[in-house]
């Protein structure tokens, strides 16, 4: 029997969840159910400083709005927990013993001060980036320079102390990343990085790794952010002795700005006006509130389909999938190397296709929603019929009510720049004759007898239809532009086409 497939999503919980760890979840959402495998979820908690309240919730929420949530993880349990590492303290310190022993680990006593003079030394020496590695560790108050019973003393005093991992001198670390081939690392660019920090607690490194082992990772699908992490996590895994268990790298592509030059940041965000966020987030500090795509208007299914191809694509030229349909498609082979440029507009695409793709009922239920808000009430079959002309022109839900006011409320007012260019003595005389003909109409409107009666305005009054019709869409919904006019017209009815044109003839003036 093959291996189940294992893959999680690590989150820290320091603020709202950043989209680009939405897009992480997501490819290991996807890679997982691809693979008949499971999806965990693991609070990697152990830096309490940086602890936010509210962040977790928000992550849940998160996963759970995009239809992604995980099959083990704090809220659903699962055969490896505790799923939050702070919930898995007396566990890690076991292992850091294990490094010790090994010799691959060691303690170290410096104060904050004697690191600091370190750093200033070398920093004088004209070292461009100071570190506690194999070279200076030698010089520092640890258990590699002190003598054996001067480390027992300081560790029976109680004296703090922290564990570092002792990087080997001279070797070359390679992993092999799905994304990326072959990573190769001198260890003399390693530091020794901190595995046990004075209050008892794991690093991220440390957690990190004895948790994937623990809770049995088969791939870790993680942000470029993490690459040059993972030569130490690789040494890790061979000072553990577990080398042969050692899960697959995937680090997945940067996203960029939206031209392509460099890291997406806050202010891009804030520049172009988009959220970075999936839900909006109120800081608990400053009490801020950052906007999320849901806030915004954006659908789930329309995220999730954005952010699959922020970095990775089907190979053709397809590119709605439903979230099924992305599980289905989905491999490791197909994530970009490159970063991958945050283009919004292609987000907006995929929220109008969409959203069109909803039924007229589910559609009316948004605007009814909107409509209430404003106490207005109009029935559900009206509602449908209305949404049904919007939905062509509308980005988020809100746009069917805010672009379709004029369908339930007549224009008071004129766009002047429409009218002073399009609106003449013969578009009068087109819907001075076509509220005639509308008048003696025995049947209700439909769009093609609104189409033929129009035309038939226009030839009786020798104008050319194409001439008037911005002018008539004017008078009606009191803007230039908008959905297909003849279905507007049905919609609106007869009696209310008449009132309209009245309106506008007197208000515009029959002149031109
Ligand atoms: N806790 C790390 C983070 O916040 C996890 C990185 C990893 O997946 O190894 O992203």
Known sequence: ??????VRFAPSPTGALHIGGVRTAL????????????????IEDTDQARFVPGAEDYIKEALDWMGI????????????????????KSIYKEYAMDLLE????YYAFDTAEELDAMRQRLTAARVVSPQYNSITRTQMKNSLTLPADEVKARLEAGEPYVIRVKIPRKEEVRLQDKVRGWVMVHSNTLDDKVLMKSDGMPTYHLANIVDDHLMKITHVIRGEEWLPSAPLHVLLYRFLGWEESMP????????LKPD???????RDAEKHGFPLFPMSWTDPDSGQVADGFRDQGYLPEALVNFLAFLGWNPGDHRELFTLEELVEAFTLERIGKSGTKF????????????????SDHELAAYLT???????????????????????ERATFPADLWKEGRFMIFAPETFDTQVAEKKWNADAAKVLTAYSEKLEALQEPLDAATAKELLAVSAEECGVKLGKVMQAVRLAITGVGAGPDLMQVFEILGKEELIKRIGFSLKTLGIAG
């Open 102 to 105: 090994k010799g691959h680990a």
């Open 343 to 358: 283009d919004i507009n292609k987000a907006k695409w995929y929220n109008e296709q969409y959203l069109r793709k909803k």
């Open 260 to 266: 392509g030059n460099g890291k997406l940041s806050k």
């Open 1 to 6: 029997m093959s291996q189940e497939v294992r």
């Open 69 to 88: 949530s995980p099959d083990e993880s704090p809220w659903h349990g699962g055969p490896h927990g505790p799923y939050r590492q702070s919930e898995r």
């Open 248 to 255: 697959t790298f995937a680090h997945l592509p940067l996203l």
């Open 369 to 391: 929603a909107d409509l209430k808000k404003e106490g207005i009430q109009i029935p559900q079959d009206n509602a449908e019929k209305i949404v049904s002309v919007m939905k």
């Open 27 to 42: 490819y290991n959402y996807l890679f997982a159910k691809k693979q008949g495998g499971k999806f965990l979820l693991r």
